[in-house]
């Protein structure tokens, strides 16, 4: 069976794989974002997006644990008034984020990039033909509006006490408390989450696969997802 390595510690993303019913394994990249981001200089947040999630995917792809595999870094970027946010970290900073993005709108770009680490040795056809790999290494970015409903003060900070925006790019989610505040998401929702599965097909066509091919027989058991 094809094995799929997502380089990111983001349990959204996972989640969603899992209730996609796509098989895969988790291994983190330990990827510096500011470093690379210094390294390539200043780019657009779309830019942004798609060069740390190949980065991601590269950094893994390298890996040992790798070989035989296919692997997909992710990365997301709120667009705002022209600038590039990603994690807030504090809640000062969500909190000024939040109140400026109160009955606005933005854009959320969520970066793919899939390495196929299979063997391409020809002579690999005749013992296994599935596990013969592409050499494909291709990216692709997901955008969506995000229209969001007038917050108060109060909602911000009683939002920001949950902790959830601060580990997320434009300090918010769309699956958690933050859905509370979104009004509508024009373009995927998925990629609002982190990880358009649709996306992700795209990508696994141009490396010779079949989405379904990495289907896990069905969709996980909601209840099995939220005990992990």
């Given amino acids: 069976m094809t094995r799929l390595i997502l380089a990111s510690q983001s349990p959204a993303r996972t989640k969603l794989l899992h209730y996609a019913g796509i098989a895969h394994e988790v291994l983190v990249s330990d990827v510096d974002e500011d470093a690379v981001q210094a390294r390539y200089g200043v780019t ?25 595999t296919l692997v997909l870094g992710c990365d ?27 009955g606005r709108m933005g854009v959320l770009h969520t970066g793919h990039w899939l390495v196929d680490c299979r063997d391409t040795d020809a002579d690999a056809w005749e013992d296994s033909p599935a596990d013969v790999g592409s050499g494909a290494t291709l990216g692709a970015v997901s955008s969506a509006e995000v229209h969001f409903m007038e917050m108060t003060a109060a909602e911000i900070d009683a939002y920001i ?8 790019a434009g300090s918010f989610t769309i699956d958690g408390y933050g859905g509370a505040f979104i009004r509508k998401v024009d373009g995927d929702p ?26 896990t027989g069905g969709a996980a058991d909601p209840a099995d997802i939220r005990a992990e």
Avoid at 161 to 168: D, I
């Fill in 76 to 102: 997301s970027v709120f667009e705002f008034d022209g600038e590039a946010h990603g994690k807030p970290y504090t809640a000062d900073v969500a909190r000024e984020r939040m109140l400026r993005m109160s």
């Fill in 161 to 168: 006490a949950t902790g959830e925006p601060l580990q997320c």
């Fill in 190 to 215: 998925h990629a609002v989450v982190g990880l358009s599965v649709s996306t992700l097909r795209g990508l696994l066509a141009q490396a010779k696969v079949g989405i379904t091919d990495l289907w």
């Fill in 44 to 68: 657009d947040p779309h830019d942004t997006a798609l060069l740390l999630a190949r980065a991601k995917a590269e950094a893994v792809a390298a890996l040992p644990e790798a070989e035989g």
